[in-house]
């Protein structure tokens, strides 16, 4: 069975830095693995994605310079370092992995896995 644990989240407050983490048991192999975040009455949009082989990462491009995903293949581990956190950026987020290559990796709807979400709360 496959789990995937969120943690890391909180309230912090405008401009601080957070970095979630997202530990994966079950399953051996992936190609992609990221982040997407829900906000209420909104679409799950995607924030970042890195390769197994963590030779590629993708981010949305409103959120380069300030997020840095990366990840530990020796701990089924992935991170998300948020620096100058904006209250905008207040929401849930989820782990998701993508199987396999095929797809693009900007949808949720091409992930297999999920996680339950962290919370992160930006105050002003």
């Known amino acids: 069975q496959v789990q995937l644990v969120e943690s890391g989240g909180g309230l912090v407050q405008t401009g601080d830095s957070l970095t979630l983490s997202c530990t994966a048991s079950?399953?051996?192999?992936?190609?992609?693995m990221g982040w997407f975040r829900q906000a209420p009455g909104q679409e799950r949009e995607f924030v970042a994605t890195?390769?197994?082989?963590?030779?590629?990462?993708f981010y949305r491009d409103s959120l380069k310079g300030r997020f840095t995903i990366f990840k530990e293949n020796a701990k089924n581990t992935m991170y998300l370092q948020m620096n100058n956190l904006k209250p905008e950026d207040t929401t849930v987020y989820y782990c998701a992995v993508k199987s396999s290559r095929a797809n693009d990796v900007y949808y949720m709807s091409n992930y297999d896995y999920w996680g339950q979400g962290t919370r992160i709360t930006v105050s002003s």
């Open positions: 079950g399953i051996t192999g992936w190609y992609a």
């Open positions: 890195v390769s197994w082989s963590g030779s590629s990462t």
